[in-house]
């Protein structure tokens, strides 16, 4: 049974940092991209950030650009995400989520087989 499992989020004061973990079991770990998403309420989920699983390649959204990093750790099945400079505006839901392409066209939620089940990330003063 495929299972994503996300943690690290809390809050944090506009500035701050956090980094987020993605540990997946029953997938074939060298052949998954992972992606990163984030949710606001009421608003569409919003792809990030990918990893690809052949060369470990990564595409960021403008929006996280320069603040945010992704990594992959393939000994323990697990990918991260590194959030830096954190505003308010980056409080959501984040979601991970695997696919067996790789990361182009990664934005798309539908490319996806795999979700975990949310951490939630909020930024205030």
């Known amino acids: 049974q495929v299972q994503l499992v996300e943690s690290g989020g809390g809050s944090v004061q506009p500035g701050g940092s956090l980094r987020l973990s993605c540990v997946a079991s029953?997938?074939?770990?060298?052949?998954?991209?992972i992606g990163w998403f984030r949710q606001e309420p009421g608003k569409e989920r919003e792809g990030i950030s990918c990893?690809?699983?052949?060369?470990?390649?990564?595409r960021y959204a403008d929006s996280v650009k320069g603040r945010f990093t992704i990594s992959r750790d393939n000994a323990k099945d697990t990918v991260y995400l590194q959030m830096n400079s954190l505003e308010p505006g980056d409080t959501a839901v984040y979601y991970c989520?695997?696919?067996?392409?790789?990361?182009?066209?990664?934005?798309?939620?539908?490319?996806?087989?795999?979700w975990g089940q949310g951490t939630q990330v909020t930024v205030s003063s």
């Open positions: 990893i690809s699983s052949s060369d470990g390649s990564t």
């Open positions: 989520a695997g696919t067996y392409y790789y990361c182009a066209g990664y934005a798309s939620s539908n490319r996806y087989d795999y």
């Open positions: 029953g997938v074939k770990w060298d052949y998954v991209s």
